[in-house]
């Protein structure tokens, strides 16, 4: 049963995974299988902090360029707003 279960989790993680690199990756990007997606945008070294009232997420500009990285946050936000707006 806990082998099942595993298994449609990773099943689960793994569409959701597709999914999301479909509906959020800029074109140029899109290509990326998920293993080096996870290792380049998940699984990387980050800070936040807050200074003058902002906070600021920094990490590294060797994983992702920044560009690239604003581009992706942008449409996740414009996933959420259509969510938000649809119901």
């Known amino acids: 049963m806990d082998n099942q279960v595993r298994l449609q989790l990773f099943v689960l993680a793994y569409n959701l995974g597709n999914f999301l690199r479909q509906a959020v ?3 140029a990007v899109r290509h ?11 699984k990387i070294g ?5 200074h003058s009232g902002k906070i600021v997420f920094q990490m590294a500009e060797v994983a992702v360029p920044r560009e690239l990285f604003r581009d992706i946050l942008k449409a996740i936000e414009r996933l959420r707003l259509a969510t938000v707006l649809s119901g």
């Open 25 to 27: 990756l800029p074109q």
């Open 46 to 50: 980050a800070k936040v902090v807050r």
């Open 32 to 42: 990326w299988k998920l293993t080096p997606l996870r290792e380049k945008l998940i």
